[in-house]
């Protein structure tokens, strides 16, 4: 009897480290499903934002080149430069009047391109010596077919450096009213 009384608490206490350790699980249990709840939350979060991210994407490019064509379609040549004077930007009609494939001119100084010059603009000098905003200056004296470009101040990038000039070439020969 006494044997079985031992082996009647040996099998108890079995038991209750059985429960305890089923209690344990169950607890780790709910944890791992409440983890798990929370992952597909953020999957489900990560995927709307992936779709609006896409849809953004999608828009800005579209934005993009809408944005090209508009400047594109503009006749009168259009450029900007970087603070080195180099051109990063400019229409198709600053292509043409450079007489130079649209590859080419990007990444060139502009007064290499057009107008040519010896140097750049002193606006453009001054402009990124003192970082300062200039009105426009004279231009130099140009063949009357040639279209004269209007300078502009620099555009300031994100980081707050100077981007150089947006500039549009105008065409004298028309009338003032019938300028862009």
Same mark, same amino acid.
């Given at each position: 009897?006494?044997?079985?009384?031992?082996?009647?608490?040996?099998?108890?206490?079995?038991?209750?480290?059985?429960?305890?350790?089923?209690?344990?699980?169950?607890?780790?249990?709910?944890?791992?499903?409440?983890?798990?709840?929370?992952?597909?939350?953020? /999957?489900? +979060? @990560?995927?709307?934002?992936? $779709?609006?991210?896409? %849809?953004?994407?999608? &828009?800005?490019?579209?934005?993009?080149?809408?944005?090209?064509?508009?400047?594109?379609?503009?006749?009168?040549?259009?450029?900007?430069?970087?603070?080195?004077?180099?051109?990063?930007?400019?229409?198709?009609?600053?292509?043409?009047?450079?007489?130079?494939?649209?590859?080419?001119?990007?990444?060139?100084?502009?007064?290499?391109?057009?107008?040519?010059?010896?140097?750049?603009?002193?606006?453009? /000098?001054? +402009? @990124?010596?003192?970082?300062? $905003?200039?009105?426009? %200056?004279?231009?130099? &004296?140009?063949?009357?077919?040639?279209?004269?470009?209007?300078?502009?101040?620099?555009?300031?990038?994100?980081?707050?450096?100077?981007?150089?000039?947006?500039?549009?070439?105008?065409?004298?020969?028309?009338?003032?009213?019938?300028?862009?």
């Amino acid at each position: 009897m006494a044997n079985d009384r031992d082996r009647t608490a040996e099998l108890e206490g079995e038991i209750a480290r059985l429960k305890a350790e089923r209690d344990e699980k169950s607890n780790a249990l709910r944890s791992l499903k409440a983890r798990v709840a929370d992952l597909d939350k953020t /999957r489900r +979060a @990560m995927l709307y934002m992936l $779709e609006d991210l896409e %849809e953004t994407t999608r &828009a800005v490019s579209r934005a993009g080149r809408e944005w090209t064509a508009t400047v594109d379609a503009i006749s009168d040549p259009l450029f900007v430069h970087d603070s080195d004077l180099r051109l990063i930007r400019a229409n198709r009609a600053y292509a043409r009047i450079a007489g130079m494939d649209f590859d080419d001119i990007l990444g060139r100084p502009y007064y290499e391109v057009f107008p040519k010059m010896e140097g750049p603009f002193n606006s453009c /000098r001054k +402009a @990124m010596e003192e970082k300062e $905003e200039e009105e426009a %200056e004279s231009l130099p &004296a140009r063949p009357p077919d040639r279209p004269r470009p209007r300078v502009r101040p620099p555009l300031p990038d994100d980081a707050a450096r100077r981007k150089g000039p947006a500039r549009r070439g105008a065409d004298e020969g028309r009338p003032a009213g019938d300028r862009a």
